[in-house]
Nanobody, 126 residues
Framework: QVQLVESGGGSVQTGGSLRLSCVVS????????VGWFRQVLGKQREEIAT????????AYADFVKGRFTISQDKFKNTVHLQMDSLKPDDTAMYYC???????????????????WGKGTLVTVSS
């Protein structure tokens, strides 16, 4: 199984920055894809970014390109989401997600990742 623990959420003003972190641990198999989703209460969840821990390749949703950056610290088994130029529309619960299947396969078949963290709240005020 895979365990994910997020941190780094909080409150910022429009234009500010936050850095989310996700510590990834596993028992038998290292995740092949790790990413971030967000969800506003009552709305559909949105995929933000993914990273292939092995290859280091990344992918982003259009609405965060140029503002958010996903990265990893392999030695600490941690995935980060640097969020810059934050807007009130970015206010949401942010979840770290992971799967044993590849990011490519998940994207091709529009599969939802199997493992989710508990989430961390990001609030952006105007």
């Amino acid at each position: 199984q895979v365990q994910l623990v997020e941190s780094g959420g909080g409150s910022v003003q429009t234009g500010g920055s936050l850095r989310l972190s996700c510590v990834v641990s596993w028992r038998n198999y290292r995740p092949a894809c790790v990413g971030w989703f967000r969800q506003v209460l009552g709305k559909q969840r949105e995929e933000i970014a993914t990273i292939d821990p092995g290859a280091g390749s990344t992918a982003y949703a259009d609405f965060v390109k140029g503002r958010f950056t996903i990265s990893q610290d392999k030695f600490k088994n941690t995935v980060h989401l640097q969020m810059d130029s934050l807007k009130p529309d970015d206010t949401a619960m942010y979840y770290c997600v992971a799967d044993l299947r590849s990011c490519t396969l998940l994207t091709a078949y529009r599969e939802v990742m199997d493992f989710w963290g508990k989430g961390t709240l990001v609030t952006v005020s105007s």
